[in-house]
Nanobody, 129 residues
């Protein structure tokens, strides 16, 4: 059974940086690299929204929400079954629970959360002034 475990969240002042990690288990290299890996976030009283996604079978393709472009970078190491989200220039509105998600196949369903069947438990990111 696929398991995703996020880490790296925490509290940071506005303008600071955090790097989130998501380690996946129950994948072999030849299967993990064919999954779209996404980062989503959900703030209190708001819907879960896609932040970034990456698909790297046969070349790396990345996707970003407008709010993340220029500040966040998604990357992955298929040999380590791990995906990262580097977040720079953090803003107060980035405060949310961040989730890692996996979808077998390309990222056609991103940014719809409903298109991702596998989810981690989340890691909290809190940005303060």
């Amino acid at each position: 059974q696929v398991q995703l475990v996020e880490s790296g969240g925490g509290s940071v002042q506005a303008g600071g940086s955090l790097r989130l990690s998501c380690a996946a288990s129950a994948y072999t290299y030849n299967t993990y690299n064919r999954n779209c890996m996404g980062w989503f976030r959900q703030a209190p009283a708001k819907e879960r929204e896609g932040v970034a996604a990456i698909y790297s079978a046969g070349g790396s393709i990345t996707y970003y929400a407008d709010s993340a472009k220029g500040r966040f970078t998604i990357s992955r190491d298929n040999a380590k079954n791990t995906v990262w989200l580097q977040m720079n220039s953090l803003k107060l509105e980035d405060t949310a629970m961040y989730y890692c998600a996996a979808n077998p196949g390309p990222c056609g369903s991103w940014p719809r959360a409903s298109g991702f069947p596998y989810w981690g438990q989340g890691t909290q990111v809190t940005v303060s002034s």
